[in-house]
């Protein structure tokens, strides 16, 4: 590969890179929060966690969801929360970090991992014309 062509395509890897995130931010506003995980799993190279509505003992105040490392699942204290791009990709981030083997990660990464997909979306949405 001829130098001019590998700085072509690394300069387009950020771009690849924001749309996929605006994708999966899209999927999951349009109730494909399934499909928007196994792509999210199948780009990180994890299984795909189980979705479930409901709450775990002890951890039902003022959680929108929480990831259960034991049954690999995120569970959303509501169903409305299923089709939240923040709330899945935050507990995505925490799923990743688990089945990864490393340290299940702050609340704080969690929310920059979020945010970054939903900023991608945001920007894909700017660039598309009317």
Do not use: W
Not at 35 to 59: D, I, Q, T, W
Not at 94 to 103: A, D, Q
């Amino acid at each position: 590969m001829k130098r001019a062509e590998a700085e072509r395509i690394g300069e387009a890897l950020p771009i690849l890179e924001g749309r996929f995130k605006a994708r999966v931010v899209a999927m999951i506003l349009d109730s494909k929060t399934e499909m928007a995980l196994e792509m999210l799993c199948n780009r990180y190279h994890v299984s795909v966690p189980k979705l479930g509505v409901g709450v775990l003992k002890g951890r039902t105040k003022r959680v929108a969801a929480v990831y259960s490392l034991q049954r690999r699942e995120i569970l959303a204290a509501r169903r409305e929360y299923l089709y939240d791009p923040f709330v899945m990709i935050h507990e995505f981030y925490h799923h990743l970090r688990s089945v990864s083997g490393k340290h299940r990660g702050t609340e704080k990464q969690a929310d920059r991992f979020a945010i970054d997909f939903i900023d991608a979306y945001r920007a894909a949405v700017k660039q598309t014309p009317v």
